[in-house]
């Protein structure tokens, strides 16, 4: 469905970025795209991503135009102002399970260029015919020489295809078909770990709207979220919290083939249901949070359900990874903080920690 190739090619960069005091990557985006076309699968998007600067970068590739090999948000696609709905996934990554799968490297002085199919990836039909707008996600999670990701907002154009036709909605293609169950797992084990991290993640949200209730805008929601008001996070708790659907789906199955390189779970956005790979599996009860592991390690497998939820009943994104990253968006950016699905695993399984243990 996507390719990705290495060119080189000298242009200037313009980049705002959320941490001051380090010294942004020279990267530059730029789209381009037929400017007319019949159908939606006509729409052939390429993304050129430049490193003007002197030395290589290293970016985490999910939920990037980077990403050419997993159905992830690449674009902000809309019509007359109004926002098309994303159909594909969204992931739930362990940053240090990455392996070099996930990283994309850009020499100094050259360009990668991915092009995208996007026709399984958004809902065209319901916005019909007409001028659609393409701006892509730029918010790259750059490694730098502490071997941590930092967060780099590169600013980008954006471009116009004029679809004259056929905007009928695709579906996003399984390898297998898929089960309606609660929770849709061969194995009994695996399919009772799913089910008592359901529940944990459910009690994890309740715990921590419950905390922002009480104590509203203080110094820990302010460290996850800025300026962001707390009715916002809290309803966003609470759709987690409350969530009861009778036809959502918990999977042990990768029937889409997005388990790879560090990928602890992930969500389907036009049917809500939840994938979980086998990194999921090795993750540990929220009572350890009180001895035995940090929240720094967002290995509790309540957050990554409540992680997974948050896509599923509130529509979040994944903007980056990673409580210091998630610290970061919160002081740099309030609007992707509120948006960002980790923000709200890492400062739920904080609020349970400072609250409970």
Do not use: W
Not at 17 to 32: C, D, M, Q
Not at 175 to 189: D, F, G, L, M
Request: with cysteine; charged share 20%.
């Amino acid at each position: 469905m996507f390719s990705i190739a290495l060119v080189t090619l000298g242009i200037t960069a313009a980049l705002s970025f959320a941490t001051p005091a380090k010294r942004a990557p020279a990267l530059e985006v730029s789209l381009t795209a037929p400017t007319d076309v019949h159908s939606i699968d006509d729409i052939k998007v390429t993304a050129a991503v430049t490193n003007t600067g002197s030395e290589a970068v290293k970016v985490i590739k999910y939920g990037t135009v980077l990403d050419s090999d997993l159905p992830t948000r690449s674009f902000k696609i809309s019509k007359d102002g109004v926002a098309a709905d994303f159909t594909g996934i969204k992931l739930q990554v362990d940053i240090d399970s990455l392996d070099d799968s996930a990283f994309v490297v850009i020499p100094a002085g050259e360009t990668v260029i991915v092009e995208h199919e996007v026709a399984p990836l958004y809902d065209f039909e319901a916005l019909g015919t007409g001028a659609f707008e393409f701006e892509p996600v730029t918010t790259f999670q750059v490694v730098e020489a502490d071997a941590k990701p930092h967060a780099y907002k590169v600013s980008a154009k954006k471009l116009t295809v004029n679809v004259k036709q056929d905007v009928a909605r695709r579906e996003l293609k399984a390898a297998a078909h898929e089960k309606r169950a609660r929770v849709s797992c061969s194995s009994s084990s695996e399919a009772s770990f799913i089910s008592s991290a359901y529940s944990e993640g459910k009690s994890l949200a309740s715990i921590a709207a419950n905390y922002v209730s009480s104590n509203g805008a203080d110094s820990l929601f302010r460290s996850y979220f800025g300026s962001t008001s707390t009715s916002t996070v809290r309803g966003v708790l609470s759709n987690v919290a409350n969530e009861n659907s009778s036809s959502r789906t918990l999977n042990c199955a990768d029937p889409y083939g997005a388990c790879t390189s560090g990928v602890i779970a992930y969500t389907v956005i036009s049917t809500t249901n939840i994938y979980f790979c086998s990194l999921f599996y090795s993750e540990v009860t929220t009572s350890r949070l009180c001895s035995g592991t940090s929240v720094a390690s967002r290995n509790i497998r309540g957050g990554t359900v409540l992680h997974e939820l948050t896509h599923a009943t509130s529509g979040t994104d994944d903007i980056g990874y990673g409580c210091s990253f998630d610290q970061s968006l919160g002081q740099s950016n309030p609007r992707e903080a509120a948006e960002n699905a980790d923000n709200y695993n890492c400062f739920a399984t904080q609020v349970y920690q400072n609250t409970q243990c």
